[in-house]
């Protein structure tokens, strides 16, 4: 199934293994508006509910970048911060919706990670990728901060690591380095070699007992049920300063690169 939103979209699809695939895109680099991000949380919400799915799994269209993170034509049309807090919070919805998920989510990252991007490759259960799939959180750069993806992207490859990320926000990190800090679970040479060892992967869970992989991925998050509020205060942080002259210049100038 289908549902186009503003040129970019949101598709599901259950197979007869019981294998739930959802695909995202949007045209730049599959960047996330705000609807985007809520048509996703809730497909993730509505197939972790659906009891002919038995694993999940959460990939872009397009075999360049899994995800460019925030939408900046969207960023830049924030004028209030009511506005702003209900942008991040999107994030924080689909974050949230992973976590709670009461089946596992095996991601697929084919490119590279942005900002948002890294934080969803960081909020799945199992995450495969491509040696093309370098990672960047890019929000300082723009006068902001991975505020919101931040507990996710720490809990997964921790505080050091999501520190460098953070501070040196203008560089990407390979791959590897992302494998080797535990973002990704295994990085392949092509898109087929990761497709074959995704498809085998989530065949494998899909005849696996549903009941102990639900307990299991409750132990994986226990720890983070202070998340809905916790990461809905994050927001409010970007929410803040975005408005700001600084940042406000600072998105300005990186779109006219």
């Not at 599959?30 to 659906?50: F, H, M, Q, V, Y």
């Not at 074959?196 to 307990?215: D, G, Y």
């Amino acid at each position: 199934m289908s549902d186009v939103i503003n040129q970019g979209s949101v598709d599901f699809s259950i197979d007869s293994n019981g294998i739930g695939t959802i695909t995202f895109f949007h045209p730049m680099s599959n960047s996330l508006p705000g609807k985007i991000l809520r048509k996703l949380a809730d497909t993730i919400e509505a197939l972790g509910k659906n009891n002919a799915v038995k694993v999940i799994v959460l990939k872009s269209s397009g075999d360049k970048a899994f995800c460019a993170g925030a939408s900046f034509d969207e960023l830049i049309s924030i004028k209030d911060l009511e506005t702003g807090l209900n942008f991040f919070s999107g994030f924080a919805s689909v974050i949230n919706a992973c976590r709670k998920a009461p089946k596992f989510i095996i991601g697929r990252i084919q490119g590279k990670a942005v900002g948002g991007g890294v934080g969803m490759a960081s909020a799945v259960d199992y995450c495969l990728a491509t040696k093309f799939a370098d990672v960047k959180l890019s929000e300082l750069a723009v006068g902001i901060g991975p505020f919101v993806v931040g507990p996710a992207v720490e809990r997964k490859i921790g505080l050091s690591a999501m520190s460098e990320l953070a501070i040196n926000a203008t560089e990407f990190k390979t791959a590897e380095w992302a494998k080797n800090k535990g973002l990704y679970t295994d990085v392949f040479e092509t898109v087929d070699e990761l497709d074959v060892a995704l498809e085998k992967l989530a065949i494998k869970l899909a005849h696996s007992n549903p009941e102990a992989m639900a307990l299991l991925k409750a132990v994986f998050w226990e720890g983070t049920e202070h998340w809905d509020d916790l990461l809905i205060e994050r927001a409010g942080f970007s929410g803040k300063l975005v408005l700001s002259e600084f940042t406000i210049n600072a998105i300005n100038a990186f779109k006219q690169k």
